[in-house]
């Protein structure tokens, strides 16, 4: 199965409660830290709530 290394490129302080709580169920704890996970539905659209503040790269 693929997976999605994710990385954190933005502080989460100001933004809403909902992304703060979506980068913390990601396993992001601080910019630039990178989380590899599962490439299923639930992970992409987690990242979709939070896409200004991570970036994703594809692993084959």
Known sequence: MAQLK???????IGTKP?????????GLKRINHTVVQEDRP??????ATVPHLVTV???A
């Open 6 to 12: 994710v990385t954190q490129v933005k502080s989460a």
């Open 18 to 26: 909902n992304q703060r709580q979506t980068l913390r169920s990601l």
């Open 42 to 47: 639930e992970i992409r659209g987690m990242i």
């Open 57 to 59: 790269d594809e692993i």
